[in-house]
């Protein structure tokens, strides 16, 4: 499991709340813990990996346009 470090800085906590928010949103953690909460049939789960691949194909397909 890798480690998430905010610093607080002049005491200044909601700051370093959005930060840590962000980090864990950043690492998918918040995703990970949803799927693990309720059971996903073998099914689903190949429909959802099918999904996250093409997805990040046209994010990547988007970011070669973009840098051409």
Same mark, same amino acid.
Do not use: H, W
């Given at each position: 499991? *890798? #480690?998430? @470090? ?7 906590? @909601? $700051?370093?709340?959005? !930060?840590? *928010? +962000? $980090? !864990? ?5 918040? *995703?990970?813990?949803?799927?693990? +909460?309720?059971? @996903? *049939?073998?099914? #689903? /789960? $190949?429909? =959802? +990996? #099918?999904? #996250? ?7 990547? @397909?988007? $970011?070669?346009?973009? /840098? =051409?």
């Amino acid at each position: 499991m *890798k #480690e998430i @470090e905010v610093r607080v800085i002049d005491n200044d906590l @909601e $700051k370093a709340m959005r !930060i840590l *928010k +962000k $980090k !864990i949103q950043n690492d998918g953690l918040f *995703k990970r813990l949803r799927l693990r +909460k309720t059971y @996903e *049939k073998p099914s #689903e /789960f $190949k429909r =959802r +990996k #099918e999904r #996250e691949a093409q997805r990040r194909l046209r994010i990547a @397909e988007i $970011k070669r346009r973009r /840098f =051409r």
